[in-house]
């Protein structure tokens, strides 16, 4: 079966899309625009998947929603599962995730069972007129170039990074369908459980949240003067 669509893989916190998910659903519905195709999500968790879901549809043409208690916390083993079968029922031909501590685990996870590679920490991505590959650009040689990459098996898994993409605006408009699925998971497949979250308080404004950020370097002076050779 062709390959077609784009795919999100959605981050939920709070019971809400994680920013990087709307920066995916930014970049997602350029590339489904420019390749002619659906834009789809997928979105795993427990409780509040069902109202993240509904945001979701408002700019999408299909949600995947994978919600049962197992999902609750992430697991590589449980994710994992719940992305392969969605993908091996609907084969996209594009599958994004953030760049994310979730996003890097499952990445190369999802890829090796789906016969595939990914390429992480992409800041741009685009599609190839010629033959709709996908077109990922990432920094290397520790940022001091930029690498563009394409690969020819699919899905083609990409991960973003934070920040590297504009957010797109979701509203609750219910546009797109939902489709419910059921994990049918194994528990003794799941090798890995959360005993216990502790959530640490922050004072002020997040530097991932921060709109603008100012450092200095080791030409900087107390004088308040920048040094110049």
């Known amino acids: 079966m062709e390959n077609k ?31 002619g195709e659906e834009l789809s999500v997928i979105i795993a968790g427990s409780g509040a998947v069902n109202t993240a879901a509904k945001v979701a549809a408002g700019v999408t043409d299909k949600v995947y929603a994978a919600d049962t208690p197992p999902l609750k916390d992430y697991s590589n ?13 609907t084969h996209p031909r594009i599958v994004l995730m953030g760049h994310t501590t979730i996003g890097r685990d499952l990445a190369p996870r999802a890829a090796f069972r789906l016969g595939t590679a990914a390429v992480t920490d ?38 973003i990074r934070v920040k590297s993409m504009t957010m797109q605006a979701v509203e609750s408009t219910g546009k797109g369908e939902i489709i419910n699925i059921a994990a049918e ?40 003067r920048i040094q110049t050779a």
């Open 5 to 35: 669509g784009v795919m999100i893989f959605a981050e939920v916190t709070d019971g809400k899309l994680a920013p990087i998910t709307r920066e995916l659903l930014g970049v997602g519905r350029k590339l489904a625009n420019d390749l």
């Open 77 to 89: 083993e449980a994710y994992v599962e719940v992305l392969e079968k969605v993908c091996k029922s």
């Open 122 to 159: 992409c800041i741009a991505l685009d599609i190839d007129d010629m033959n709709k590959q996908l077109l990922m650009t990432k920094p290397v040689y520790g940022g001091n170039a930029l690498a563009i990459f394409t690969m020819e098996t699919f899905p083609q898994i990409a991960t």
């Open 185 to 224: 998971l194994d528990p003794a497949a799941i090798k890995t459980t959360v005993l216990k979250k502790v959530v640490m308080e922050d004072e002020g404004v997040k530097l991932e949240d921060a709109a603008i950020i100012v450092t200095g370097g080791p030409g900087y002076r107390r004088a308040g």
